[in-house]
């Protein structure tokens, strides 16, 4: 089981920053691979920013430039810089976790995910 908490979600306007924090515990942290997703009303869930165990990051084409995903596995805790942000960054953005294996999945095939939190741009 892996257990995940996000914070660091709030409102800001067309242009600024935000980072995103979400706290890992239940199974060793560097043996995880991580993402981040968002879900805005009314539409599906999609894909943000992934990273490898091992750090290597994967973007999603909508945020490539302007997000950067990061961890520190002494911390067991994963980060998402979010600059440059537009209003239709606006949703519930969620922290995700799949086991490692020989083969990554970054968009897909998550076991774990946590409750969610919620970045709202102005424009």
């Known amino acids: 089981q892996v257990q995940l908490v996000e914070s660091g979600g709030g409102l800001v306007q067309a242009g600024g920053s935000l980072r995103l924090s979400c706290a890992a515990s239940?199974?060793?942290?560097?043996?995880?691979?991580m993402g981040w997703f968002r879900q805005a009303p009314g539409k599906e869930r999609e894909f943000v920013a992934a990273?490898?165990?091992?750090?290597?990051?994967y973007y999603a084409d909508s945020v490539k430039g302007r997000f950067t995903i990061s961890r520190d596995n002494a911390k067991n805790m994963v980060y998402l810089q979010m600059n440059s942000l537009k209003p239709e960054d606006t949703a519930v953005y969620l922290c995700?976790?799949?086991?490692?294996?020989?083969?990554?999945?970054?968009?897909?095939?998550?076991?774990?995910w946590g409750q969610g939190t919620q970045v709202t741009v102005s424009s």
């Open positions: 990273i490898r165990w091992n750090g290597s990051p």
């Open positions: 239940g199974r060793t942290f560097s043996s995880i691979d």
């Open positions: 995700a976790a799949q086991i490692a294996g020989s083969t990554w999945y970054p968009e897909r095939r998550y076991d774990y």
